[in-house]
């Protein structure tokens, strides 16, 4: 079992509608991360929390650290936010990241 | 202003050659890491360095690959003797420290035929 999982792997919607994806994880962390990469581009970073919520535009990320669990919200979704989304944690005991598989989103007008 | 910087953006060589990536952090940032994600799959640890240290390099494949960084900055990362399983984009990573957000570069993509 990985470490970090994501669901789902894959999600489909029409423009407008609010898109949920998940990131749950089995270690204990430090700070959990919400990556961006558009197909053929680069990697960018949405957000980084330890607790809470943040928003940033028409993006949400929550965390919820006794359950272990973190969601990413996009509110009236856009082709333009078709991209794979990767969730990805920084352990109490290390720097470096563990991530996961990533969440595949593809968004139609 | 700047991003990181990886060079270069592509690079095709032959199986048994040794080739070098370069990354070029954000002024500043004092972490950096290498990453590497094949095709089709995820994104996977390769190394980390505070300053010119590297604290973890657990996720070096094998003792094919090395990495270093001088002065603070500039990071590069050696494959010797390539092999096509080694084919992959080579993402390299800065933050102003270990516990701030990431900066990516758009990474090396490297074709082992």
């Known amino acids: 079992k990985n470490e970090v999982e994501q669901s789902p792997q894959n999600l489909t919607a029409q423009e407008g509608e609010f898109i949920t994806i998940n990131c749950s994880y089995s270690v204990g962390i430090s700070a959990l991360h919400w990556l961006q990469q558009h197909p053929g581009g680069g990697i960018v970073s949405l957000f980084m929390l330890s607790s809470g919520k943040k928003k940033h535009g028409r993006l949400i990320a929550t965390i919820n650290i006794q359950e272990k669990h973190s969601s990413l919200h996009i509110t009236a979704s856009h082709p333009r936010d078709s991209a794979v989304y990767i969730c990805a944690v920084r352990g109490w005991s290390t720097d470096k990241l563990i991530f996961g598989t990533g969440t595949r989103l593809q968004v139609f007008p | 202003g700047a991003g990181v910087s990886q060079s270069p953006s592509n690079k095709v060589t032959e199986k048994g050659k040794d080739v070098e990536l370069r990354c070029d952090p954000i002024?500043?940032?004092?972490?950096l890491y290498w990453y590497r994600q094949s095709l089709g799959q995820g994104l996977e640890f390769l190394i980390y360095?505070?300053?010119?240290?590297?604290?973890?390099k657990s996720g070096l494949p094998s003792d094919r690959f090395s990495a270093e960084r001088t002065g603070g900055s500039v990071s590069t990362l050696t494959i010797q003797r390539t092999q096509q399983e080694d084919s992959a984009v080579y993402l390299c990573?800065?933050?102003?420290?270990?516990?701030?957000?990431?900066?990516f570069g758009n990474g090396t993509r490297l074709t082992v035929t």
């Open positions: 360095f505070q300053g010119n240290s590297a604290p973890d």
């Open positions: 002024s500043g940032h004092t972490a």
């Open positions: 990573a800065s933050s102003q420290s270990a516990k701030s957000p990431l900066h």
